[in-house]
């Protein structure tokens, strides 16, 4: 499976963003589907999830209500839209698949990573 983030780019403080991800090979063998973040110098973090047919979705708490994860199973396509963008959004953006998953928030449960996007959020 190989996935390609995109969409990153440089936003001003309460504005939106919508990341891409697209995912090409054995598609149909993969369950869960996620979004994470790494900030310069911290640690990678949980940011949404979703399972593949959409009946489970997750958001870390510092963006719930203000992001929405989907998916578009004909396009093998995960979405991440992004509103009301905070400058503590900052981050490169990675999306991450695997046929199952014990803890969604667990970077180490996914086996399949995109190369990352780029979000910078001006103040």
């Known amino acids: 499976v190989q996935l390609q983030a995109s969409g990153g780019g440089l936003v001003q403080a309460g504005g939106s963003l919508r990341l891409s991800c697209a995912a090409s090979g054995r598609t149909f063998s993969m369950y869960a589907m996620g979004w994470f973040r790494q900030a310069p110098g911290k640690e990678r973090e949980f940011v949404a999830g979703i399972s593949w047919s959409g009946g489970r979705i997750y958001y870390a708490d510092s963006v719930k209500g203000r992001f929405i994860i989907s998916g578009n199973n004909a396009k093998n396509t995960m979405y991440l839209q992004m509103n009301s963008l905070k400058p503590e959004d900052t981050a490169v953006y990675y999306c991450?698949?695997?046929?199952?998953?014990?803890?969604?928030?667990?970077?180490?449960?996914?086996?399949?990573w995109g190369q990352g996007t780029l979000v910078t959020v001006s103040s």
């Open positions: 991450a698949a695997d046929r199952s998953v014990r803890s969604w928030r667990d970077s180490a449960e996914y086996d399949y």
